[in-house]
């Protein structure tokens, strides 16, 4: 929740001067950075495009992504359109490809970056560490409270939990976590109890009147 949020926090907000109404390209809007700049994006009023795999297309779209691009079926260098922040959480964009995605004005933030990116990164670009500031997490602890009021009623946020014993219901209505237990693991499955019920991981099911999929 608080490592992800804060990065993505900290490149949109500082970095990226973020504000409504921008175009903002995530990619890899499924990872734990990547999720939290969709929902930060979209709750700032930006448009947002997340760069993902298509068995991630339901995810993004849930915390907001207006568009979804499947990296497997198109490439980077084959997207026409431009944005004003292109954030690359993924490390495969380099400075010339990331730039060519960048409107008149844009930001191209590199939150995975290699050290020679990272010397090289001024003007439109802008790589390096992102602070852990206590001011930081509690705003975004303040919009997982939020999360049922504004214009993202209903939406979730900050939903990647790395506690092995928690799985996290994901989906339109509240956030949801509960303590599971692991029942086993085969090649397809993994089986939790879930407050005395088996369910499968990406199984649908509704805890303490919030409703998602099942992910550990």
Same mark, same amino acid.
């Given at each position: 929740?608080? *490592?992800?949020?804060?990065?993505?926090?900290?490149?949109? &907000?500082? #970095?990226?001067?973020?504000?409504?109404?921008?175009?903002?390209? /995530?990619?890899? =809007? @499924?990872?734990?950075?990547?999720?939290?700049?969709?929902?930060?994006?979209?709750?700032?009023?930006?448009? $947002? +495009?997340?760069?993902? @795999?298509?068995?991630?297309?339901?995810?993004? +779209?849930?915390? =907001?992504?207006?568009?979804?691009?499947?990296?497997?079926?198109?490439?980077?260098? @084959?997207?026409?359109?431009? *944005?004003?922040?292109?954030?690359?959480? $993924? =490390?495969?964009?380099?400075?010339? @490809? =990331?730039?060519?995605?960048?409107?008149?004005?844009?930001?191209?933030?590199?939150?995975?970056?290699?050290?020679?990116?990272?010397?090289?990164?001024? %003007?439109?670009?802008?790589?390096?560490?992102?602070?852990?500031?206590?001011?930081?997490?509690?705003?975004?602890?303040?919009?997982?409270?939020?999360?049922?009021?504004?214009?993202? #009623?209903?939406?979730? *946020?900050?939903?990647?939990?790395?506690? #092995?014993?928690?799985? /996290?219901?994901?989906?339109?209505?509240?956030?949801?976590?509960?303590?599971?237990?692991?029942?086993? $693991?085969?090649?397809?499955?993994?089986?939790?109890?879930?407050?005395? &019920?088996?369910?499968?991981?990406?199984?649908?099911?509704?805890?303490?009147? %919030?409703?998602?999929?099942?992910?550990?």
């Amino acid at each position: 929740v608080l *490592f992800g949020g804060t990065v993505a926090l900290c490149y949109l &907000r500082d #970095k990226g001067r973020l504000r409504s109404g921008m175009r903002v390209l /995530v990619n890899g =809007g @499924s990872g734990a950075v990547g999720t939290a700049a969709v929902q930060l994006a979209r709750h700032a009023g930006a448009t $947002v +495009t997340a760069v993902t @795999s298509a068995a991630n297309a339901e995810l993004v +779209t849930a915390l =907001g992504a207006t568009q979804v691009i499947d990296y497997r079926r198109q490439p980077l260098d @084959s997207i026409d359109e431009r *944005f004003d922040i292109v954030l690359d959480t $993924v =490390g495969n964009l380099d400075l010339a @490809s =990331g730039r060519r995605l960048l409107a008149d004005g844009g930001r191209l933030l590199l939150a995975v970056a290699s050290l020679g990116q990272m010397l090289r990164a001024r %003007g439109d670009v802008a790589a390096g560490p992102a602070p852990e500031r206590v001011a930081d997490m509690d705003e975004l602890l303040a919009l997982v409270e939020q999360r049922a009021a504004g214009p993202d #009623k209903g939406r979730a *946020f900050f939903l990647e939990f790395a506690a #092995k014993q928690l799985v /996290v219901a994901r989906g339109l209505g509240k956030p949801c976590v509960a303590s599971a237990q692991k029942l086993e $693991v085969d090649e397809e499955q993994t089986l939790f109890s879930v407050n005395g &019920r088996a369910v499968r991981q990406g199984e649908w099911i509704t805890i303490d009147g %919030g409703s998602g999929r099942v992910f550990a």
